[in-house]
């Protein structure tokens, strides 16, 4: 009882009312999030078998300088992608964090970092989240209490893999995050930038404009915000160190609200991703969070 009562007393500076809020005019009604664990950013620059991602860089905003947070792994990296904090805010410190290693210094009532999908889920509650993953380890850094459905997959199974898509058109869900654990594993066997490696990129990049062709067929293309990201890259067989090889991934919006073109000129770190997601949503960021909006992406102030 003392426990539920100090959680909720944490709270309040950051519950943005529980009441159902209007979407900004401009805002995009869809929001699909597709990530590549290990994706360096050397291997995009340097991949020439990547036509439908390149061509989602030019139509959108894009950098190829993101940075991670430290250390340049999995688990710590996937939280800040949806937490908007560094480890050393939200507590999850290692690759395969499945709790936070220290104490998270901000908690929700659901005894959770306020994550993207918390913020959706308090302003918009209808709101329909699909939670989509390869890896097993994605499905703790996010506050599962917030999402419709929750599902590891595996994109070489079809049957699998279809049902991610199926969702979408299906439920057409305000948020959708389908992460994928490649091309780390080819990384990890082989080298990053092996030829192995590389075949992974390009097979990825099938995949994705499957997802597109999902979403244009559920009628949903025109007001959607599609970002890519990965969590780190990657060098020799490894990750987690300092090297700008490791550290350095891209990232793209592209879509609704976004200016074809645009190339992303400021820093950027993998924290600003859901900080710029909640800001063209219209929500609240809190306190706890230490990513900024992106200002090619959301426009500048004049
Ligand atoms: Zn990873």
Redesign the pocket.
Known sequence: MKRMMMLLVLAVPFVVGGAKMKLPKKAPKHIVMVGF??MSAQGVRESDGMPFYKSMMRRGAYTLKRRSVLPS??AC?WASLYMAAGPEQHGYNKWNSRKPDFPSDTLTEHGFFPDIYYLIKKAYPEAKIGHFYEWSGIHYVVDTLCVSRDMQFNHKDEKSMQAVLDYIVKEQPMMTSIIFDCP?HPGHDTGWMSSEYMEALTEMDGVLKRIYEAVERAGMADETLFVLTA??GGKDKGHGGISMEEMETCLVFCGKGVRPGTVITETSNVTDVPATLAHMLGLQRPHAWIGRPLPSVVGRKK
């Open positions: 664990d290990g792994s999995s990296n780390d969590d780190h």
